[in-house]
């Protein structure tokens, strides 16, 4: 007993020992996350993950380290564990199902971003989910409009960036020397970027790059280059290193800044000084200049901004600047918009990961329509984008460009790609879809023919009217692309169906199924006092995001159903039940539901023109809750927004 006893305290302390290692171990990937050592914070965090202890923290930390280095398959990895344990974040969502894509798992990803939806559905890239479901048809309709080639002059590690300087190729690298020492960054563990030149030509492949001015490169990044035409005046980014002078952020971060070169008037050598619109809280970087040289571009996460990093614009005014705007909700996403560039025939290129893409950053497109707006948005497809980071797009007149990508079969971490425009790019909505679809029988899905089938817009009026054929067929023809639309069928004996649907951005067909029930029980008109809208129609239910009352996208799309079942029952009335969660105080979330009872009505009367006498609602706060999930009771996101609902009765018909 007595060796068995030993034995206890011996596991005891070994356990005891075991986990304060692991303790100390996170606690110094914690520091490395922290100073942005990825790589060094990832090391820590993956031994004591494969030891078995993954709390929720580190599984985000060890997921973001790899993420923020664009090792997607990894980071897919380690969100996929996180996801498993539980968590629903809205963030981690979307990263999830971003690097999902890495892998080609577009299905997968697509499932994740339908819990982002439901997650924080506010979000503009929600919306851009919620309006372009067919977003890989469209970009296989934009793909094969370039020619790819590959350049000699990449280096095993990352070479980007590139930019047209007076016949020759001006880039950004981190290629070394053997001969020589260079100093190191913990972001990723490699050197310092500097920038480098190459000539362009038919030996392209066989001339070494050289080093830019040393006037230019400093002991720091410097990186992305953009040249005036004269050549005379150059814009470029760099650590926040000026004269010698080194600053960090309140929170000891080195940040980016932008600077502007003039050429000596031997033209030998160049003058720079910083840019005056730059801080040492933020960053500001990655130029590109208008058509006309009076209008500078760049990228930012400047306060006030929509995303982790939104473009914007400023005017060049002499030797000065006026105000930085920004891009606007068209262009910035709360994703990542960086690494401008405008062609000589107004367009506007950039990557995000924040619009519907192949995974990592894509290269989008965008026509600019004055000095104050762009076109729709357009990814440019394959081959220039890839499951992996596409950016630093670059083009001429004449269709020859360059671009940076880290896709495999690469020579290094980042390589720069030559290509050549073949076709045109699809740039705009000039365009129409059509809608074909059959009506069947829900449980046998035997064709239904001669049931009437109506077209709705997205205000829930009837545009279009078609009867279904013998095989129960019906089709819709020349509809607007990008635009929200219903189809309902009606037949006598059956029930009524209803479907929404978005047309896509370019040419093409969209398909549905109506599937209508024959019997009694036929919907609203049979259906007694007291019935649920929700589950008579197959309603979505009408949710809200935690402590808000405002409505939803995904939640219109549902009450313009209720709105056109009204319309169609001009008698009904019905009474909003609106409900929240458990948590908060008990009357506060009295008032919150109030609140979203009153919104769902007003939604109601505002956008389908019901009269509000049809209407009544109140709000029960957390007095009916759907699950266990009571006051005190910890419970998941999904399980607490299950109780975050309204319903629909109905009170007369």
Known sequence: MRQYIHFIIALVFVSSSQMWAQEKTVNKGDKEFEKYAYVDAREAYLKVAEEGYQSEDLLKRLADSYYYTADYTQAAKWYGVLYDSGNREADYLYKYALSLKSDKSYVASDQIMEEFLTVKGEDY?????????????EIEEQSGRFELSNIGFNSTLSDFAPAFYQGRLVFASNRTKRAVTKRIHDWNEQPFLDIYGVSIGEDVTKRGAQKFSKKINSRYHESTAVFTKDGMTMYFTRNNYTNKDYKEDEAGTNRLKLYRAKRTEDGGDWDVEELPFNSDEYSVAHPALSKDEKTLYFASDMPGGKGLSDLYKISIEGEGFGDAVSLGDGINTEGRETFPFISEDGKLYFASNGHLGLGGLDVFVADMEGSNSFGEVFNLGRPINSPQDDFTF????NGLGYFASNREGGVGDDDIYSFKSTRPLITSRQCKQNMEGTVREDRNEDPIANAKVYLLNADGNIIDEKISEYDGSFKFEG???SSQFAVRSQKKGYSTAEKPFVTGKTNGTVE??????????????AA?????????????????????????????????KVIAVMKLYPTMKIDVRSHTDSRAKDAYNMDLSERRAQSTMDYIVKVGGIDRSRLTGRGYGETQLLNRCSNGVPCSEYEHQLNRRSEFIIVAN
């Open 512 to 525: 549905r199924t109506l599937y209508m029930r024959q019997g009694n029980d036929l919907g609203p008109t």
């Open 125 to 137: 890239r929600a919306k851009l989910f919620l309006n372009e479901r067919n977003y890989l048809e």
């Open 479 to 481: 509809l607007e692309c």
């Open 394 to 397: 670059i083009i001429k007149k």
């Open 528 to 560: 007694p006092p007291g019935a649920d809208l929700v589950k008579i129609l197959g309603l979505n239910i009408i949710y809200f995001d935690l402590d808000k009352d405002y409505i939803r996208p995904d939640a219109e799309i549902e009450l313009r």
